[in-house]
């Protein structure tokens, strides 16, 4: 058994950052907009609910701004490891054949009971579709210079009755 990467170590990481970022930067805008449409009404004062709307703004602009900023390190760091023994190129395989895997791995099958009676169609999803998309969303392809490592997580499907 081989160890993990740090490219294996920090890709989910840096993927929820960098996903985390737009988000918490559009609630801050959404928070800034609403201040400012807030200090348009003149005829109740609202300056603590301003002051809070503010608040919340600068919160999620800050936490946005660290949050990229924090993928960008990580993700900076396996950049220069790259260019040091290996090739940027690799990097760029690496993130691309990772996605692949996951679209190529991931179950959309869905499972239509029809009941005689009622003459109904119920759609439910098998739970474990579920647990093995779980474990594809954890799988990382990892191509370097002389290895080509892919890691793939076993899954413990828990079945109800």
């Not at 709307?53 to 993928?71: E, K, M, N, R």
């Not at 760091?77 to 679209?103: A, I």
Request: a positive charge; glycine letters at 2%; proline letters at 1%.
């Amino acid at each position: 058994m081989t160890t993990k990467t740090y490219f294996m170590r920090t890709f989910n990481l840096i993927l929820y950052l960098l996903l985390i970022a737009p988000i918490c930067s559009m609630f801050g805008w959404l928070s800034n907009f609403l201040s400012v449409q807030l200090t348009n009404i003149s005829f109740v004062n609202l300056d603590t609910v301003i002051n809070v709307t503010d608040t919340i703004s600068s919160v999620c602009h800050g936490f946005a701004l660290v949050s990229l900023l924090l993928a960008l390190l990580l993700d900076g760091m396996e950049m220069v490891q790259r260019l040091k023994t290996d090739n940027l190129w690799n990097y760029c395989q690496s993130v691309y054949r990772t996605f692949l895997l996951r679209h190529f791995l991931f179950q959309r099958e869905r499972v239509q009971k029809i009941s005689n009676l009622e003459h109904q169609t119920v759609t439910t999803i098998n739970p474990i579709h579920n647990g093995f998309n779980r474990a594809v969303r954890k799988s990382i392809v990892d191509i370097r210079k002389d290895t080509i490592v892919v890691f793939l997580a076993v899954c413990k499907i828990k079945l109800e009755k």
